[in-house]
T-cell receptor, first 113, second 113 residues
Framework: EDQVTQSPEALRLQEGESSSLNCSYT??????LFWYRQDPGKGPEFLFT???AGEEKEKERLKATLTKKESFLHITAPKPEDSATYLC??????????????FGRGTSLIVHP | GAVVSQHPSRVICKSGTSVKIECRSL??????MFWYRQFPKKSLMLMAT?????????EQGVEKDKFLINHASLTLSTLTVTSAHPEDSSFYIC?????????FGPGTRLLVL
């Protein structure tokens, strides 16, 4: 069974204080790993897709990295508007019989001004 | 990115009534759409996979007769919560994917009184 564990569950940062969110996963063949941002009362917003170990993607203050066992979402010099819940999901290889992604519980990030 | 819309964004109804939620892919065709339920401060719970022109695939523990899904066209899937009760109050989110990446709708907040 595919599993996704995100840590920490909650994270409070001061504005400008860089940090990283972790997503550990076990999957029977990784098709892709996804990061989403979710604001309260809204649907998840797509951030990144990573396909293979060693891959990195960046968007503004965010950088996502991937290894064979985990992914990190690095937040550099965060601002209060970066406050949100960040979700990680893994998509299994369809050849294993499933194409349904598994989501983690998310990390709730609060950035204080 | 791809755009997925949901309607309504919020609905309040009396216990025993039925509520229909629409999910549309605005700029792509989707043979498959996904319906999720999200409880406060919890991650996404996949309810069912909606398949255009055929029956939906429900996850274990989800009542098929309670949550009716219809996927009549390549851009529209509907979720009907039949005979709603207060315990059905939740945040319902749909998603679709034009490629490997899932794109989510903005969600529908259902409150059953």
């Amino acid at each position: 069974e595919d599993q996704v564990t995100q840590s920490p569950e909650a994270l409070r940062l001061q504005e400008g204080e860089s940090s990283s969110l972790n997503c550990s996963y076990t999957v029977s063949g990784l098709r892709g790993l996804f990061w989403y941002r979710q604001d309260p009362g809204k649907g998840p917003e797509f951030l990144f897709t990573l396909y293979s170990a060693g891959e990195e993607k960046e968007k503004e203050r965010l950088k996502a990295t991937l290894t064979k066992k985990e992914s990190f979402l690095h937040i550099t010099a965060p601002k209060p508007e970066d406050s949100a819940t960040y979700l990680c999901a893994v998509q299994p290889d369809p050849s294993g019989g499933s194409y349904i992604p598994t989501f983690g519980r998310g990390t709730s990030l609060i950035v204080h001004p | 990115g791809a755009v997925v819309s949901q309607h309504p964004s919020r609905v309040i109804c009396k216990s025993g009534t039925s509520v229909k939620i629409e999910c549309r892919s605005l700029d792509f065709q989707a043979t498959t759409m996904f319906w999720y339920r999200q409880f406060p401060k919890k991650s996404l719970m996949l309810m069912a996979t909606s398949n255009e022109g055929s029956k939906a695939t429900y996850e274990q523990g989800v009542e098929k007769d309670k949550f009716l899904i219809n996927h009549a066209s390549l851009t529209l899937s509907t979720l009907t919560v039949t005979s709603a009760h207060p315990e059905d109050s939740s945040f319902y989110i749909c998603s679709a994917r034009p490629s490997e990446t899932q794109y989510f709708g903005p969600g529908t907040r259902l409150l059953v009184l």
